[in-house]
């Protein structure tokens, strides 16, 4: 399929502002697909998504939808629609007036627009609700209202800037998978914002992981997670995030700075022999702490340290140890957790997860599948 | 409970009531009466009769006066409504207007009177004396509302335009379907407070509209002064004529009016 979305090379800088709030970001987008923009607070996922919209001016680059270049196209020219974080509801109509006010812009006829109300009402259960005034609304409620105001309008591109960060927890949930199926439904081409990285991992058809206005990198969810292209994605994707340790190249070992060495394979050795340092990475569910599979491990490749902190999730402890100075994540089945914190801990690197990074620029060393 | 509090404070109240109660009702009489029993202070339900209403209802043009009335305040109020919300509008967006703002509260600050020479020689100068622009043009605005509204407009989130846009509509449809509309209940507290006080103008019209055909209600009611005598059952019975359409436009949006005031700048 062709390309639907094309951002070519495109930069923001604000009036105000002497740096470059989003450099040369370069994306395309294919019909249908759901993008999610995912970032700390501050590297520039709403920058880029008002750019698209249209609200925020293009400094340099190229934007284009369907073949059409929308650089210097205004907001209501663009076929869009967007779900604003804070929904954005026209206060003085109902939740009616604000669905199908889009529509009555666009001069439909009446039935038409009688019966987008009813089909956008009965997907997101808003029947009851046609009468009120947002205000009179919960939270999760205005936001699928914001929703059945962009749904009707069926435009080219769908918008969201943190839909769902002014929900509670539980909520957030199920909006994420009521959103989810429509797009299964619609299969609309969707931007989404989030700095929220389960929502990316959940959603998306492809993530673009942006830090100070750099994308750091486009792809699948689990092709991010398993093969992350620097250790700022590695850390940022996954919860409990990513271990990191700054390790030295000893022979055809690692050595830590609490002076564990552990050794490497073949195909890994091949990849960090030239290098005298290595940032090493390991999730914490390829630690091994399980009792019955430490068995099986040599004596040598086992080691002990102390649990500074301890976090009950339920089915599973996130066990935070020190290792010479450096903080490590372990996730552990309760029912299989018998130390408090203090007491020393026993487990193993499953080497064969091991992930190597540049210690200096953070980039991804590329180990070959064995 | 009623505590000593609440008791003075409806004490207070009551004795409010009376204050602007009693010259009210006091009109009402006198243009009920006839002219000698007034002279002597006296009042007699007996001798009440609406003859001084029929009198000035005849008498007098009261009926193109009142037209006239009609539409300087209206359209006076309509366009201070506009006009004052796209200017608080724009002042609020915009924030390179500072220097606008400035220049307003500069312009406040200058007494009305002062600048009523020059307006007259300049409307004078465009042959607009003795007619409705005449009358409507220097009022068309109100800088203290304009301020007033550019507070209203700045508590707005700018997602409401900008959805308004991504919705399909230009700047100016925005405008007017999204901007002014949300304005409301401020906007009807101004649209009483102005349609009162130009309703009930007095020295601008008396100085613009010097033909009768031209008066609007009170400039016309001062008409009644007689060479020797005065009128004042006639002159009463203009007055409650002239009152009356204020109190309905007041009894209709009391509710807007009491909220506006509460809310007007805040949100
Ligand atoms: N109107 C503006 N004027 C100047 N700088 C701005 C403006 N809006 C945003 N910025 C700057 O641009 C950068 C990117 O901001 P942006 O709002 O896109 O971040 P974000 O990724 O959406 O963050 P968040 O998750 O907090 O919403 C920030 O450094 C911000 O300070
Ligand atoms: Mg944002």
Redesign the pocket.
């Known amino acids: 399929m062709k390309d639907y979305v094309c951002l070519k090379d495109i930069c923001?800088q604000?009036?105000?502002?002497d740096?470059l709030?989003?450099d040369s970001f370069e994306l395309s987008i294919k019909k249908g697909e759901f993008i999610v923009?995912v970032?700390?607070?501050?590297?520039?996922?709403?920058?880029?998504?008002?750019m698209i919209a249209g609200l925020?001016k293009i400094t340099s680059g190229s934007l284009s939808v369907d073949g059409k270049q929308l650089n210097d196209v205004h907001p209501k020219d663009r076929d869009m629609a967007m779900v604003f974080?804070n929904y954005a509801l026209y206060p003085h109509m109902s939740v009616k007036e604000n669905i199908v006010f889009g529509l009555r812009v666009l001069k439909q006829s009446a039935e038409e627009i009688a019966e987008k109300l009813k089909w956008a009402s009965q997907i997101l259960g808003l029947d009851e609700l046609l009468h009120r005034k947002p205000k009179d609304l919960s939270g999760g409620q205005r936001q699928r209202v914001a929703l059945g105001r962009a749904i009707v309008r069926n435009p080219k591109v769908f918008l969201m800037?943190?839909p769902l960060s002014n929900l509670d927890a539980k909520l957030r949930v199920s909006m994420r998978n009521e959103i989810t199926k429509l797009h299964r439904e619609l299969s609309a081409t969707t931007i989404y914002?989030?700095?929220d990285q389960v929502e990316a991992m959940t959603m998306a058809d492809r993530v673009v992981v942006?830090k100070?206005?750099i994308i750091q990198q486009i792809g699948k969810p689990m092709d991010l997670y398993h093969n992350p292209a620097n250790t700022f994605v590695a850390a940022f994707l996954g919860a409990p995030q990513m271990n990191l340790f700054e390790v030295e190249i000893v022979g055809r070992s690692l050595r830590f700075a609490s002076g564990l060495t552990i050794a490497i394979n073949e195909q890994q050795y091949e990849a960090v022999k030239h290098l005298m340092r290595v940032k090493v990475g390991v999730r914490p569910e390829n630690i091994v702490a399980d009792k019955d599979k430490l068995t099986d491990f040599p004596k040598d490749k086992l080691i002990s340290a102390p649990i500074h902190n301890m976090e009950r999730m339920g089915n599973e402890n996130y066990v935070h140890i020190t290792l010479g100075g450096e903080s490590a994540t372990l996730r552990v089945d309760s029912k299989k957790m018998h130390e408090s914190v203090g007491d020393s801990f026993s487990f193993a690197f499953a080497e064969e997860y091991l992930s190597f990074f540049n210690s200096a620029t953070g980039a991804a060393i590329p180990v070959a599948a064995s | 409970m009623l505590s000593l509090k609440k008791i003075s404070f409806h004490l207070f109240a009551l004795g409010m009531l009376v204050i602007t109660v009693i010259p009210f009702a006091l009109t009402i009489i006198i243009s009920l009466s006839p002219l000698d029993l007034i002279a002597h202070g006296e009042v007699d339900i007996s001798k009440f009769s609406l003859d001084s209403y029929v009198y000035i209802l005849t008498k007098f043009p009261f009926d193109s006066w009142m037209i006239n009335s009609v539409i300087v305040a209206f359209f006076v109020t309509v366009l201070n409504l506009v006009i004052n919300s796209m200017l608080g509008y724009s002042m609020a967006r915009h924030k390179g207007m500072g220097w606008l703002l400035f220049v307003i509260i500069a312009c406040m600050m200058i007494p009305s009177q002062v600048l009523m020479a020059p307006t007259y020689m300049l409307l004078a100068e465009m042959g607009l004396i003795n007619s409705y622009l005449g009358l409507i043009l220097p009022f068309i605005f109100n800088l203290f509302f304009a301020f007033l509204m550019k507070q209203y407009y700045e508590s707005m989130p700018f997602e409401l335009e900008e959805s308004a846009y991504m919705d399909g509509l230009s700047e100016m449809k925005t405008f007017w379907l999204i901007i002014f509309p949300i304005a409301k209940i401020p906007l009807i507290s101004q649209a009483i407070l102005l349609f009162t006080a130009n309703w009930n103008a007095y020295l601008w019209p008396s100085i613009i509209g010097s033909s009768s055909d031209m008066y609007t209600l009170p400039v016309g009611l001062n008409s009644f002064h007689g060479q020797h005598e005065q009128f004042w059952n006639q002159i009463m019975a203009g007055v409650v004529l002239l009152t009356i359409p204020t109190i309905i436009i007041f009894l209709i949006f009391q509710k807007y009016f009491t909220k506006g005031i509460a809310t007007s700048g805040l949100k």
């Open positions: 923001k604000y009036d105000n502002s740096s709030s989003v923009f970032g700390p607070s501050g590297c520039g996922k709403s920058t880029t998504l008002r925020e974080q800037d943190e914002v989030t700095h942006m100070d206005g």
